[in-house]
């Protein structure tokens, strides 16, 4: 019914706005009190699953570790530091410590400066750079497992490609003990240098232009831009690159182990590996664990310092843009 002329229409009392709010959708059925309390703990129960699905087997491991648990005492009692005790005094966890460091830092190293210089490369518009940048996610794409069965099929002494392009002969193995280490550095670089490159490039091309053209206009050369304006304000996108494959490298195990098992010897025994041959092989399981919460100190430590690195590039280059 229309309101008759001078009148405001009866649009309802507060309280009827009030009662309208609770409406879901266009239905008219108001949502009861509790479900609009209870939404947001709904909501939150998927990231709370996740948090435990992370925990517990941190947890049970944690607990392991202070435990003398194995497959040939399946009643386990507590026993303190003495895991950690054994760990820490056996010269192979200290050589697992310093063939995973060194694959860490050679690898990372080689990945950045790599990645930086293809970022640069591809950074000119080009036909020939959008092909390449194409092709360049291939490695990525191929399970390091399966990238580990291809390479060692090429480092292979008889048959390998490698040793026929380079004209070593058969007699030069890639994977003796001398070289085994190096070789598995260079498959990581195979297969991840693409994703330092890619994570460079994206950073690259989402900065301000107005500092170049400023600098352009001053008469400054590529070098000078390069080293005052462009690398400053890399800088937070390199680390970023940097945090993510020291800490990829730390827990390295899928193509080591394709490639050698941990061997020759222990030339390639990195951490993970260890853990591996404690836990599964030796069915030490309160040794595995042992190690793996050392690991986890490692890379915990490494990772705050990393990120208070990340932290002070940041502020420089936010700097530097100014």
């Known amino acids: 019914m ?59 491991g944690a607990i392991y570790a202070f435990l003398n648990y194995s497959a040939a005492n399946p009643d386990p009692r507590f026993i303190g530091f003495a895991n950690f005790v054994s760990v820490l005094g056996d010269t192979d966890f200290w050589a697992s410590v310093r063939i995973t460091l060194t694959y860490a830092v050679v690898a990372t190293v080689v990945e950045t400066v790599l990645g930086v210089i293809i970022a640069l490369l591809l950074n000119r518009s080009s036909l020939v750079g959008r092909i390449f940048e194409r092709v360049l996610i291939l490695p990525l794409m191929i399970a390091p497992v399966i990238a ?35 070789s598995s550095i260079i498959v990581d670089v195979w297969i991840f240098t693409p994703f330092v490159a890619i994570l460079v490039l994206a950073g690259i091309r989402s900065l301000p232009r107005e500092p170049f053209e400023a600098s352009d206009v001053d008469g400054a050369g590529w070098w000078y831009s390069f080293r005052r304006l462009m690398l400053p304000m890399m ?88």
């Open 235 to 322: 800088w937070p996108y390199i680390l970023v690159a940097v945090i993510f494959r020291f800490m990829d490298c730390l827990k390295v195990f899928d193509h080591i182990y394709v490639l050698t098992a941990g061997g020759p010897g222990i030339a390639t025994r990195t951490l993970q590996i260890g853990a591996y041959e404690d836990s599964i092989i030796f069915q030490n399981y309160s040794r595995g664990s042992t190690y793996m919460l050392l690991l986890w100190v490692i890379v915990f430590i490494t990772a705050r310092y990393l990120v208070s690195v990340l932290g002070k590039a940041q502020r420089r280059a936010a700097g530097a843009e100014e």
């Open 2 to 60: 229309t309101a008759p002329a001078g009148e405001k229409p009866d649009t309802g009392s507060p309280d009827d706005h009030r009662a309208g709010s609770g409406r879901a959708g266009d239905s008219g059925t108001p949502v009861p009190g509790w479900r609009r309390r209870m939404r947001p703990y709904l909501l939150s129960v998927p990231a709370v699953l996740v948090v435990i699905g992370i925990l517990y087997p941190f947890v049970l």
């Open 148 to 182: 580990g069965v291809i390479w060692k099929l090429m480092f292979n002494p008889q048959f390998g490609v490698l040793n026929y392009v380079l004209g070593l002969g058969s007699s030069f193995d890639w994977l003796s003990r001398d070289m085994a280490l190096w």
